[in-house]
């Protein structure tokens, strides 16, 4: 059994998480921005399907990426090198979020990201601590992904793609934003084969608190970031 949370934005300690589904930690509550801090800040996060009540979840191990270990294929340098194309922050936001609403997952009938999600993470924009990266080509939104930022932590939501490598060219300048402003980690939650080939690796869950121990607290306040402060980062002149 797991608890059901109270109205105010505790948690029970990750120890007492499920091992099967594996971080299940507890259920209800609300998707308010005092409460998703709350949960991203002690290494929760809310995945649900529509219909059910909101399921808070830590799973051990967890997944990560540091900016610094993204791999870049050949193939994706020299698409971020020579394509015509443009990188923005923040700029669709709400585009981006219902694109990877939009996109069909394998082995999964629907989306995770109800209304009620998309609202939630649009409030955090709002307010500062989520954001896009997309990638625009021939002047269309052809792909990105989107997260909150906390201190030097980036906690990844989802990413989509409608041109190849769009996606990935969003989380090679999301890395560049990344390096640049002194961030530790990339949140990536669950373990997939498609985060595991972008270079993310599984670690466990008392060493992923330790990390936000080190870079959550480093600064609370949200952090607004320039709209083009990674345009074309791989590409000279």
């Given at each position: 059994?797991?608890p059901?949370?109270p109205?105010?934005?505790?948690?029970?300690p990750?120890?007492?998480?499920?091992a099967?589904?594996?971080?299940?930690?507890?259920?209800?509550?609300?998707?308010?921005?005092?409460?998703?801090?709350?949960?991203?800040?002690?290494?929760?996060?809310?995945?649900?399907a529509?219909?059910?009540?909101?399921?808070w979840?830590?799973p051990?191990?967890?997944?990560?990426?540091?900016p610094?270990?993204?791999?870049?294929?050949?193939?994706?340098?020299?698409?971020?090198?020579?394509?015509?194309?443009?990188?923005?922050?923040?700029?669709?936001?709400?585009?981006?979020?219902?694109g990877?609403?939009?996109t069909?997952?394998?082995?999964?009938?629907?989306?995770?990201?109800?209304a009620?999600?998309?609202?939630?993470?649009?409030?955090l924009?709002e307010?500062g601590?989520?954001?896009?990266?997309?990638?625009?080509?021939?002047?269309?939104?052809?792909?990105?992904l989107?997260?909150?930022?906390?201190g030097?932590?980036?906690?990844?939501?989802?990413?989509?793609?409608?041109?190849?490598?769009?996606?990935?060219?969003?989380?090679?300048?999301?890395?560049?934003?990344?390096r640049?402003?002194?961030?530790?980690?990339?949140?990536?939650?669950?373990?997939t084969?498609?985060?595991?080939?972008?270079g993310?690796?599984?670690?466990?869950?008392?060493?992923?608190?330790?990390?936000?121990?080190?870079?959550?607290?480093?600064?609370?306040?949200?952090?607004?970031?320039p709209?083009?402060g990674?345009r074309?980062?791989?590409?000279?002149?």
């Amino acid at each position: 059994m797991i608890p059901w949370l109270p109205a105010e934005p505790r948690f029970p300690p990750l120890s007492a998480a499920l091992a099967d589904p594996n971080g299940l930690l507890a259920a209800g509550g609300d998707l308010s921005p005092r409460r998703l801090l709350a949960a991203y800040t002690q290494g929760i996060f809310p995945w649900y399907a529509p219909g059910e009540p909101i399921l808070w979840w830590s799973p051990d191990p967890r997944m990560v990426l540091f900016p610094e270990e993204i791999a870049i294929s050949r193939s994706l340098a020299k698409t971020l090198r020579n394509k015509d194309y443009e990188v923005r922050l923040d700029t669709a936001f709400a585009d981006v979020v219902a694109g990877c609403a939009g996109t069909p997952r394998e082995g999964q009938a629907g989306t995770w990201i109800s209304a009620e999600m998309q609202a939630a993470y649009l409030r955090l924009h709002e307010l500062g601590f989520a954001h896009s990266v997309e990638t625009w080509i021939d002047g269309e939104l052809a792909g990105g992904l989107y997260g909150v930022a906390i201190g030097r932590v980036f906690y990844g939501e989802s990413m989509f793609t409608r041109r190849r490598d769009a996606s990935k060219i969003a989380l090679a300048h999301l890395g560049a934003q990344l390096r640049r402003l002194g961030f530790g980690i990339i949140d990536c939650q669950m373990e997939t084969d498609h985060l595991a080939s972008l270079g993310a690796r599984p670690i466990p869950r008392r060493e992923f608190r330790e990390l936000l121990d080190r870079y959550v607290g480093v600064d609370l306040a949200p952090a607004r970031w320039p709209r083009d402060g990674v345009r074309n980062a791989y590409r000279s002149g």
